[in-house]
């Protein structure tokens, strides 16, 4: 997600003079991969929120890759807009 932020802070020209394609890149990749092992998690926890067994965690990483997968994807479709 903090990648994400920054290539897209990037993208429209506030830091650096970049247009952070790696970054929204990098970005893309980590929150589908966050995303999934997150829904694995979810997928194979048994008992419930407050059992030790992480659903809380797994919950916590869905909605942290989807955040990571959204930004990189605004991200690239800028950096693709003013190529």
């Given at each position: 997600m903090?990648?994400?932020g920054l290539a897209l802070a990037r993208s429209s020209g506030r830091i650096d003079t970049g247009p952070g394609r790696r970054g929204a890149i990098v970005a893309l990749m980590a929150g589908l991969i966050g995303?999934?092992?997150?829904?694995?998690?979810?997928a194979t926890a048994s008992g419930g929120l407050g059992t030790g067994?992480?659903?809380g965690g797994g919950i916590v990483a869905l909605v942290v890759g989807?955040?990571?997968t959204a930004l990189g994807?605004?991200?690239?479709?800028r950096s693709r807009r003013t190529d």
């Open positions: 903090v990648i994400g995303t999934a092992l997150g829904g694995l998690v979810v067994n992480g659903l989807l955040i990571g994807w605004l991200t690239l479709t």
